[in-house]
């Protein structure tokens, strides 16, 4: 099924910027464009951004009023940090006594080295009273004549306090500079790494409110009335609005829209996706069916930004072979685009004619041990890709597939200088390649503690069959290319979900605080545009840190509505069975709602107590959340309450790290509302009731409950 309905997906690249159109039903991908990124023009890349979006809607035949959603990830924010172009900031800060020794040791945050030899442009003024307005309206004057393009108000406790903050917005509201206050870009304790997350955010907040307004006027004047989204370094998207007060949410957000392709698009449960490019691989872990997030390091500190936890490697496909002593040694870092090297796999087999071995030093500082091909074509690099294709490893249809046999030819003589055949060759150099991506990725899985059993390999951009499919077999992990792998980031941007989350430092935070705290994130992605009824809000408390966190996610009207594929009971049935490692035979029903279905199975082991493995399965087939043992139980919504008491009581644990609440999640609706955050029984059962409020008393209701060690 198919409407006239789309959703387009936009990534600005440092090189190109790619554009797709899914359709909005059946998410099938409609069309692909690629145009140069507009770097140089007078309207920035926006300009690219409107270019490609005229040319997808030419291509798939659509009319802007067709576009059901619009979003794009851009590299701008990161770009700007990286090349050292921000604006001068104008910190404010504010106390009297102590709190102004704190707040006047800010103005070292001048000190921050955006690239070698330049620093964060940064004046500093102080304010005793933030209540005194000729006060603040002096300060804000100082800073204007020493060159702030942007203004940040910062005092000691704001996130407690925070009409201190506002009082000096409000007084330098008058100097028309872009504004914000530090408690608005986060609400964790920390005056100095609070502030220093509000400073950086306010360098780039000129530049990307300049380039919203463009996309936004653009894509407006193009006839779409859909809300432009953005995309965030979290795996989500956000509305234009929320992006024009927090640009620095966009931040790293090149890698998050890979993954989130990934993980909507290929449905990944438990996993890691690698996104290759020529140079580099982006490696980032899915567990239980979420991006792994974390305190992102930003100018070489860490910030209090939520970005996905990225770890990047320098191997892609365009990787270059080392040799010496008669074997290989090593590829990578140098790849054959910074070498300005075309691949020998590429080359037609008349170019390779006469073809010898060299080696070079790609770059001055580069060592001399990189093999080429001198051949009657010209000079060719040995690359992964090269490597891939001689061993078959490139599937059909992919972005790097090429000629086999010219693949061979291309690595033919390297082979016989290095006393052996092609395809031992190839694989020795794909060995050296993978093995840097593989201590990582073991070093992901240990620290995410992803089921082996259960993960996947998914690759994901242009030079994805360079490094997955031979990682997967030499690990013995299932692996895959996902579909569409060279636009799997501009796929993510178009199915990304709205996202937002809200941290709180609480000490000894109770039951109607969380609450609070899971209200405020709730109401947050509605605002942007999540249908109310498919949010999912999942809520973490750290005792240790007395931090409330609160993530939610929700997906627009339209994408909530329209699914592509229904399963039926058969093939949920074969996923459940495929994912628990057993026979379809094995596994039984244990519990179900309308959206989801619990299956389990029962490993018994010797001298051993006995496991209950359980996986929930969507509508769709998919694999949405996997327990290694759990006690499941059906229930209703007028009954939950006291259901949970007592499992709850049953399941709590103690010992010396103290009381340990199980994890809880609770199958209702479409959702699974996942408590396990919570280690306390009764914020526990708290959250559990507020889920179940506003629900008919004869609404089914699955729990799924999990002891903690």
Same mark, same amino acid.
């Given at each position: 099924m198919t409407t006239h309905r789309i959703r387009v997906g936009i990534d600005v690249g440092g090189t190109f910027t790619d554009a797709v159109a899914v359709d909005a039903t059946s998410l099938e991908l409609l069309g692909q464009v690629k145009v140069p990124t507009s770097h140089?023009?007078?309207?920035?890349? @926006?300009? &690219?951004i409107v270019e490609a979006l005229g040319r997808l809607l +030419?291509? /798939?035949? =659509?009319? #802007?009023?067709? *576009?059901?959603? %619009?979003?794009? &990830? $851009?590299?701008?924010?990161?770009?700007? %940090?990286l090349e050292g172009d921000v604006a001068t900031v104008g910190l404010i800060g504010i106390g009297t006594g102590p709190s102004a020794f704190l707040t006047r040791r800010l103005g070292a945050l001048g000190k921050l080295e955006l690239t070698p030899g330049k620093r964060l442009p940064l004046a500093y003024a102080h304010v005793a009273d933030p209540g005194d307005r000729a006060a603040v309206q002096r300060a804000a004057d100082a800073l204007v004549q020493d060159g702030a393009e942007v203004l940040v108000a910062s005092e000691p406790f704001s996130v407690d306090r925070p009409e201190g903050e506002e009082a000096v917005r409000e007084a330098a509201r008058g100097h028309g500079l872009p504004m914000t206050a530090a408690h608005? !870009? /986060?609400?964790?304790?920390?005056?100095?790494? =609070?502030? =220093? $997350?509000? *400073?950086?955010?306010? @360098? !780039?907040l000129p530049r990307m409110l300049a380039t919203a307004d463009l996309v936004d006027a653009s894509i407006t004047k193009a006839g779409v009335t859909s809300p432009l989204m953005v995309m965030r370094c979290d795996g989500g998207v956000m509305s234009l609005d929320e992006m024009r007060r927090r640009p620095l949410l966009t931040v790293l957000s090149g890698p998050a829209a890979g993954v989130? &392709?990934?993980?909507?698009?290929e449905r990944i449960s438990e996993g890691v996706f690698l996104e290759t490019g020529g140079t580099s691989t982006d490696i980032s872990v899915v567990r239980r069916g979420k991006v792994a997030v974390q305190h992102a390091t930003i100018l070489g500190k860490k910030s209090y930004l939520n970005a996905l936890d990225v770890r990047t490697v320098g191997v892609g496909g365009g990787s270059m072979v080392r040799i010496g002593g008669g074997k290989v040694t090593g590829v990578g870092p140098r790849s054959a685009h910074i070498a300005g090297l075309p691949y020998a796999c590429f080359a037609t087999a008349d170019d390779l004619r006469d073809a010898t071995v060299a080696t070079i030093r #790609?770059? @001055?500082d580069d060592p001399a041990d990189y093999a080429v091909l001198d051949a009657a074509g010209g000079r060719f690099a040995i690359t992964m890709t090269c490597a891939a294709n001689a061993l078959g490893r490139v599937p059909e249809g992919d972005f790097a597939r090429c000629d086999r046999d010219v693949a061979r030819a291309a690595i033919a003589p390297l082979a016989a200088q290095l006393g052996t055949d092609v395809d031992d060759a190839a694989a020795k150099i794909l060995d050296a390649g993978t093995a840097q991506v593989r201590t990582v990725v073991d070093a992901m899985v240990r620290d995410y503690r992803l089921d082996k059993d259960t993960a996947v390999l998914v690759g994901g951009g242009g030079g994805a069959a360079s490094v997955t499919p031979h990682l997967a077999a030499v690990s013995g992990v299932e692996g895959r290319i996902a579909k569409h792998s060279e636009v799997i980031s501009p796929i993510g941007v178009a199915l990304a979900l709205v996202r937002e989350q809200i941290e709180r430092i609480i000490p000894g935070a109770g039951q109607e605080q969380i609450l609070g705290v899971r209200a405020e994130a709730e109401a947050a992605v509605v605002a942007q545009g999540a249908a109310a009824e498919g949010v999912e809000v999942e809520v973490t408390v750290d005792p240790q840190t007395s931090t409330v966190r609160a993530v939610a996610t929700g997906a627009t009207e339209l994408r909530t509505q329209d699914r592509a594929h229904r399963a039926d009971d058969d093939e949920r049935l074969r996923t459940a069975a495929a994912s628990l490692k $057993?026979?379809?035979?094995a596994v039984e029903v244990l519990a179900g709602t309308p959206a989801h279905t619990v299956y389990g199975t029962e490993l018994r082991r010797r001298m051993r107590a006995t496991r209950r493995p359980v996986r929930i399965v969507d509508a769709d087939g998919v694999v949405r959340l996997h327990v290694a043992d759990a006690h499941v139980e059906s229930t209703t919504v007028a009954d939950a309450p006291s259901v949970l008491a007592r499992l709850v009581k049953e399941k709590t644990s103690y010992g010396d790290g103290g009381v340990r609440a199980p994890a809880v999640r609770l199958l209702l609706g479409s959702r699974i509302a996942d408590l396990s955050g919570v280690l306390e029984p009764e914020p526990l059962l708290a959250l559990a009731r507020g889920e179940l409020r506003a629900r008919l &008393?004869? +609404?089914p209701v699955v729990a799924v409950v999990e002891v903690r060690s």
């Open positions: 140089h023009h007078e309207d920035g890349v @926006a300009h &690219g +030419e291509e /798939t035949g =659509r009319a #802007p009023e067709d *576009v059901a959603f %619009l979003a794009h &990830g $851009t590299t701008q924010a990161t770009n700007a %940090l608005e !870009i /986060t609400s964790l304790y920390g005056l100095h790494k =609070r502030t =220093r $997350t509000a *400073v950086v955010n306010a @360098a !780039i989130a &392709g990934a993980l909507m698009q #790609p770059m @001055a $057993t026979d379809a035979s &008393g004869s +609404e």
